[in-house]
């Protein structure tokens, strides 16, 4: 009976290091993770009439990157579009793949689409990234850009 009051303080001590570590692993989980880009306010348009050459125009304000792609290629069948980004701080590259869903392909349509999305709180790092863009696996833009 003498050793229960130990076994007690023992069990008590236990259950603090195991409240400890459930916080750290909780506040620890909640961190920002500033290597990750999540696409917000992704609009696009239906065909064009008038195809042109593409043109990319990207944009920094406010801790939000623009993207903004003018007679990007599709097929006329297209049902969205996927926009999948990764940076790598490291190298200070950032690579979006850009690609039109297709259920079903015309394979004797093609016609171009404007797509606009954003990047949000991308806080400002003073530094210049290369950006490279690819749709369908095909680099379409390549260029860098003071963030």
Same mark, same amino acid.
């Given at each position: 009976m003498q050793n229960l009051p130990i076994f007690y303080e023992f069990m008590k001590i236990i259950k603090i290091i195991?409240?400890?570590i459930m916080a750290?692993?909780?506040?620890?989980?909640? *961190?920002? &993770? *500033?290597?990750?880009? +999540?696409? +917000?306010n992704l609009e696009y348009t239906d065909c064009l009439e008038r195809p042109k050459n593409l043109k990319t125009t990207i944009t920094y304000y406010n801790n939000t990157i623009?993207?903004?792609? *003018?007679?990007?290629?599709a097929n006329c069948n297209f049902q969205g #579009?996927? #926009? +999948?980004? +990764?940076? &790598? *701080?490291e190298n200070k590259i950032i690579e979006i793949d850009v690609d039109p869903i297709v259920v079903q392909? &015309?394979? &004797?349509c093609e016609c171009e689409i404007n797509v606009s999305y954003t990047f949000e709180n991308f806080y400002k790092r003073n530094a210049d990234y290369t950006f490279i863009i690819r749709e369908n696996n095909q680099e379409i833009y390549r260029g860098e850009e003071r963030l």
């Open positions: 195991l409240i400890v750290v692993l909780l506040f620890s989980s909640c *961190e920002k &993770d *500033e290597n990750k880009l +999540t696409v +917000t623009s993207i903004l792609h *003018e007679y990007l290629p #579009v996927l #926009v +999948t980004p +990764t940076i &790598d *701080e392909a &015309d394979l &004797d």
